[in-house]
């Protein structure tokens, strides 16, 4: 079982920036990706980025040269550092965890984080 827990989320006006955190409670470097993902009402929730244990990443193209994900296997935590927020950014922001191996595909969520911008 692994537990994440994200911090970092609130409110910033646009143009401003914020970190995002994610605290696993297993060692992520035994985590095949670790992404993140947001979510607004009435809406599917959506992948923003993800890294690989290798370290390759992947990035919608609504936040490509504005965010930057990032991972610290020495804390077992992964960042979302957000730049140039826009208020179309706003949403609940989720972690997540894949574990694969030959078996089996296990997925674990965080609880969510709100990131509100206002313009």
């Known amino acids: 079982q692994v537990q994440l827990v994200e911090s970092g989320g609130g409110l910033v006006q646009a143009g401003g920036s914020r970190r995002l955190s994610c605290a696993a409670s297993v060692r992520i470097f035994s985590i095949n990706v670790m992404g993140w993902y947001r979510q607004t009402p009435g809406k599917q929730r959506e992948l923003v980025a993800a890294?690989?244990?290798?370290?390759?990443?992947n990035y919608a193209d609504s936040v490509k040269d504005r965010f930057t994900i990032s991972r610290d296997n020495t804390k077992n935590t992964v960042y979302l550092q957000m730049n140039s927020l826009k208020p179309e950014d706003t949403a609940v922001y989720y972690c997540?965890?894949?574990?694969?191996?030959?078996?089996?595909?296990?997925?674990?969520w965080g609880q969510g984080t709100q990131v509100t911008v206002s313009s």
């Open positions: 997540n965890a894949e574990i694969i191996d030959l078996y089996s595909k296990r997925s674990y």
């Open positions: 890294i690989t244990s290798g370290g390759s990443t």
